[in-house]
């Protein structure tokens, strides 16, 4: 098992700039993939980003891909998404999950397949 624990959340302008930040309390954190999702109010939890564990591969929701990006650092086992021209529509609580994977150029874009997740950090963007 893995615990994961999201930061840098808060309040930013439209326009505005956020990183998150999912730390892992599991060495070696290269042996997880990791996903990022969202949860608006009265909305699914929607997939965001997603990074295989050596970071070689990745993959967006098409309306943050030009915007958003995910990264990790293996030795700080963390996996960060950096935030860019945020928009309202952005507005969502951020979660990060993980799973164990046999291969680190693994990565997966749906809920169930993550078996670890965070407590979620808020982003609000205003207008």
């Known amino acids: 098992q893995v615990q994961l624990l999201e930061s840098g959340g808060g309040l930013v302008q439209a326009g505005g700039s956020l990183r998150l930040a999912c730390a892992a309390s599991?060495?070696?954190?290269?042996?997880?993939?990791v996903g990022w999702f969202r949860q608006a109010p009265g909305k699914e939890r929607k997939f965001v980003a997603t990074?295989?564990?050596?970071?070689?591969?990745?993959h967006y929701l098409d309306s943050v891909k030009d915007r958003f990006t995910i990264s990790r650092d293996n030795a700080r086992n963390t996996v960060y998404l950096q935030m860019n021209t945020l928009k309202p529509e952005d507005t969502a609580v951020y979660y990060c999950?993980?799973?164990?994977?046999?291969?680190?150029?693994?990565?997966?874009?749906?809920?169930?397949?993550?078996?670890?997740w965070g407590q979620g950090t808020q982003v609000t963007v205003s207008s």
């Open positions: 599991r060495r070696p954190f290269s042996t997880y993939a």
């Open positions: 990074i295989s564990g050596s970071g070689g591969r990745t």
């Open positions: 999950a993980a799973r164990r994977t046999l291969s680190s150029d693994t990565y997966y874009t749906t809920s169930p397949s993550y078996d670890e």
